[in-house]
T-cell receptor, first 116, second 117 residues
Framework: DTEVTQTPKHLVMGMTNKKSLKCEQH?????MYWYKQKAKKPPELMFV???????INESVPSRFSPECPNSSLLNLHLHALQPEDSALYLC???????????????FGPGTRLTVL | AQTVTQSQPEMSVQEAETVTLSCTYD???????LFWYKQPPSRQMILVIR??????QNATENRFSVNFQKAAKSFSLKISDSQLGDAAMYFC??????????????FGKGTKLSVKP
């Protein structure tokens, strides 16, 4: 089973709201990723967690706060977002080695975020 | 730095026909993976096929096959017997087999494939 689930499917929020996106996988993967995707563009990497530790932060604004509470869950906490943050947010997971290598990434269905 | 180029922003194919999507990449590394991902309008990114650089044999998954030309740094995707469900955005991606940030996926800009009934 190569399933990554994401909730919610859609989210509309105001610029003063606080919300969270959730991602879950039960494939035993130890690397998890957050991507941002604008319409008709490829995904842009935001964060990478490896063995529940943040290993890569691609200079993402602090209004995006990732969290990896355990090996199956990945959250993205949102606060004080801007309208330009409206996008599809994709989660992915893959096998990982302690030496830093990763394997094929499997993606979730995404959360469509609209910031008013 | 590695780059991935998809030179065809849009392609169209008749149902049951064959279509080939192009992808070229630039790298100085010898150990890497190449991928084709499909993203239908329903938006989930689905792995279509992957190729390890050290394997000379072209990868095949049912109606999907690749033409991997390592020296030319070319990785095209052939879809045979096209079906309406093949309509999607197709992304070519590169991943170094080294660790750290080098293991991140590098995507091309995508090719939008339409299938005509």
């Amino acid at each position: 089973d190569t399933e990554v689930t994401q909730t919610p499917k859609h989210l509309v929020m105001g610029m003063t709201n606080k919300k969270s996106l959730k991602c879950e996988q039960h494939m035993g993967h130890r690397a998890m990723y957050w991507y941002k995707q604008k319409a008709k563009k490829p995904p842009e990497l935001m964060f990478v967690y490896s063995y529940e530790k943040l290993s890569i932060n691609e200079s993402v604004p602090s209004r995006f706060s990732p969290e990896c509470p355990n090996s199956s869950l990945l959250n993205l906490h949102l606060h004080a977002l801007q309208p330009e943050d409206s996008a599809l947010y994709l989660c992915a997971s893959s096998h990982a080695s302690k030496r830093g290598g990763t394997d094929t990434q499997y993606f979730g269905p995404g959360t469509r975020l609209t910031v008013l | 730095a590695q780059t991935v180029t998809q030179s065809q922003p849009e392609m169209s194919v008749q149902e049951a026909e064959t279509v080939t999507l192009s992808c070229t990449y630039d790298t100085s590394e010898s150990d890497y993976y190449l991928f084709w991902y499909k993203q239908p309008p329903s938006r989930q990114m689905i792995l279509v096929i992957r190729q390890e650089a050290y394997k000379q044999q072209n990868a095949t998954e049912n109606r999907f096959s690749v033409n991997f030309q390592k020296a030319a740094k070319s990785f095209s995707l052939k879809i045979s017997d096209s079906q309406l469900g093949d309509a999607a955005m197709y992304f070519c991606a590169y991943r170094s087999n080294y660790g750290g940030s080098q293991g991140n996926l590098i995507f091309g800009k995508g090719t939008k494939l339409s299938v005509k009934p």
